[in-house]
C-alpha cells in the first residue's frame, strides 16, 4: 500500500530494510518509515550547519548472472548520503567475479517522522524472463503471459501483473489438480474419487476447479 508507513528502530535496521527493497522491490514503488534514530545526525558547529546522513547497505545479496550464484554485492563507494539527497546513482559489484556491476537510481528524501526510499532505475534492467527451469517447462503462450506480469512488476503494476498470472494458472489448472490429486493420496489426505477430478476438469467454472485444488493441497503447502 502506498501509504503505510514502517516503523524502524535504527540506522542499521534502515540499511537491512533498504538492502531488501533494492534487490526486490519494483521500481517507483515508494518506501515510507518512520523512526528517531534511523538517520546519522550532525549538529550545527559554529563552522557549519547541521546535516543528516542516511547510510545506504555496504552489501546486497542476489543472483550474479556470470558466478550463476546468490552471492554478496560490494557497495562501490560511501554509504553515507546525506539527506535530502539529489536524485543519484550507486553502484555495487559481485565480490566473486569482481567483474559483474549493477547500479541502482534513487531518490532519499528525510520527511518530519522519518523518511521516503524508492529506486526509479536499474542498470542492467531488472530479469524479464521468467528462471531458466521455469521457461524450459511453459508453454509459449505461458511464457509470454509470465514475461508480461514480470514486467508490469518491475514497473509497480501489481494488479496487472496479476491478471497476466491468472491467464497462466487458469491455462495449467488441470495439471495443478492432477498434481493436487497425487499428493493429497500420497498424505492420506481425504480425497474426491477419480470421477470427482474428471469432472471437475471437465468444469467450464476456473473457481469450481480452485476450489478442487484447495480442498486437495496439502495445509503445509
Ligand atoms: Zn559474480
New binding site residues.
Given amino acids: 500500500m502506498a501509504d503505510t508507513i514502517e516503523a524502524i528502530k535504527d540506522v542499521d535496521e534502515l540499511s537491512r530494510r533498504i538492502a531488501d527493497i533494492l534487490v526486490n522491490w519494483p521500481l517507483y514503488r515508494q518506501f515510507r518509515y518512520a523512526g528517531n534514530r534511523v538517520h546519522i545526525e550532525t549538529p550545527a558547529s559554529v563552522y557549519s550547519t547541521s546535516t543528516t546522513h542516511g547510510r545506504l547497505p555496504k552489501v546486497i545479496v542476489k543472483e ?1 548472472g ?2 550463476n550464484a546468490v ?1 554478496s554485492w560490494d557497495l562501490d563507494g560511501d554509504p553515507s548520503l546525506r539527506l535530502p539527497g539529489s536524485p543519484d546513482v550507486h553502484t555495487y559489484v ?1 565480490r ?2 569482481r ?2 556491476p549493477i547500479a541502482f537510481a534513487i531518490r532519499w528524501v528525510k520527511t518530519e517522522a522519518g523518511g521516503v526510499f524508492f529506486k526509479f532505475g536499474e542498470l542492467p534492467a531488472p530479469e524479464r524472463r521468467p528462471p531458466k527451469e521455469l521457461r524450459a517447462n511453459l508453454q509459449p503462450e505461458d511464457l509470454e503471459f509470465y514475461t508480461r506480469a514480470l514486467e508490469c512488476r518491475h514497473f509497480n503494476y501489481g494488479l496487472a501483473a496479476l491478471g497476466y498470472m491468472r491467464r497462466v494458472i487458469e491455462n495449467r489448472i488441470d495439471d495443478i489438480l492432477d498434481l493436487a490429486y497425487r499428493a493429497a493420496k500420497a498424505e492420506g489426505i481425504p480425497a474426491p474419487d477419480l470421477h470427482e477430478l474428471e469432472t471437475a476438469k471437465r468444469s467450464r467454472q476456473f473457481t469450481d476447479k480452485l476450489d478442487l485444488a484447495k480442498k486437495l493441497i496439502p495445509r503445509r503447502l
Fill in positions: 550474479c556470470i558466478c552471492l559481485c566473486n567475479c567483474n559483474t
